[in-house]
């Protein structure tokens, strides 16, 4: 069974970084594009990120470019979001999920880690 | 506000059939195609809808999805109390190069 799991949230001041991991197993990794998708207290799913399975290109929401980097190392089986720059409505559950592509504009989250929590104040 | 638009609720008793429909734009739904997922309390999303109207593997065909133009809809028939949840259509946006999803449907089974 696919497994994906996210590591590294946790308290940060406004102003800070943090840097999440997400692990995949029991599948090809290096075969598959990654996204990250948070969801903050109360509200609902919002994309973050986005990584193909080479690692170029890689696409972000409005509200984190220019701050968020997400990068993956295929031989660790492993995607990562570097956030720096954090805000108060950084604050969310973050979720890392295999990205399975039909082609342009089509991309599906097949699976979803359990998330990792940020809480910036 | 989000570009892709979700009742915010919606409610049934069980064995009922409901809808739940997703309102976009041309750039996103007019244009690609959408993905439903379902989101349980406690539980991570799982896609439930894929490419507008395919079930991924393990997912019962009491769930069902369409897209016409720029809107698409989730059905569920034979309602049941486990299928209460938050439910959210996606599609990639054309202009914002990213994915969009729409503000969440609270389902309630009463």
């Known amino acids: 069974e696919v497994q994906l799991v996210e590591s590294g949230g946790g308290l940060v001041q406004p102003g800070g970084s943090l840097r999440l991991s997400c692990v995949g197993s029991?599948?090809?990794?290096?075969?598959?594009?990654m996204s990250w998708v948070r969801q903050a207290p109360g509200k609902g799913l919002e994309w973050v990120s986005y990584?193909?399975?080479?690692?170029?290109?890689?696409y972000y929401a409005d509200s984190v470019k220019g701050r968020f980097t997400m990068s993956r190392d295929n031989a660790k089986k492993s995607a990562y979001l570097q956030m720096n720059s954090l805000r108060a409505d950084d604050t969310a559950l973050y979720y890392c999920?295999?990205?399975?592509?039909?082609?342009?504009?089509?991309?599906?989250?097949?699976?979803w880690g359990q998330g990792t929590p940020v809480t910036v104040s | 506000q989000s570009v892709v638009t979700q009742p915010p609720s919606a409610s049934g008793t069980p064995g009922q059939r409901v809808t739940i429909s997703c309102s976009g734009r041309r750039s996103n739904i007019g244009s690609n195609l959408v993905f439903w997922y379902q989101h349980l309390p406690g539980t991570a999303p799982r896609l439930l809808i894929s490419r507008s109207d395919q079930r991924p593997s393990g997912i019962p065909d009491r769930f069902s999805g369409s897209r016409s133009g720029t809107s698409a809809s989730l059905t569920i028939s034979g309602l049941r109390s486990d299928d209460e949840g938050d439910y959210y259509c996606?599609?990639?946006?054309?202009?914002?190069?990213?994915?969009?999803f729409g503000g969440g449907t609270k389902l309630t089974v009463l």
């Open positions: 990584i193909s399975s080479s690692g170029r290109p890689t």
């Open positions: 999920a295999r990205v399975t592509s039909y082609g342009s504009g089509t991309i599906e989250f097949d699976y």
């Open positions: 996606a599609s990639w946006d054309d202009s914002l190069s990213g994915v969009v």
């Open positions: 029991e599948f090809t990794f290096r075969n598959y594009g």
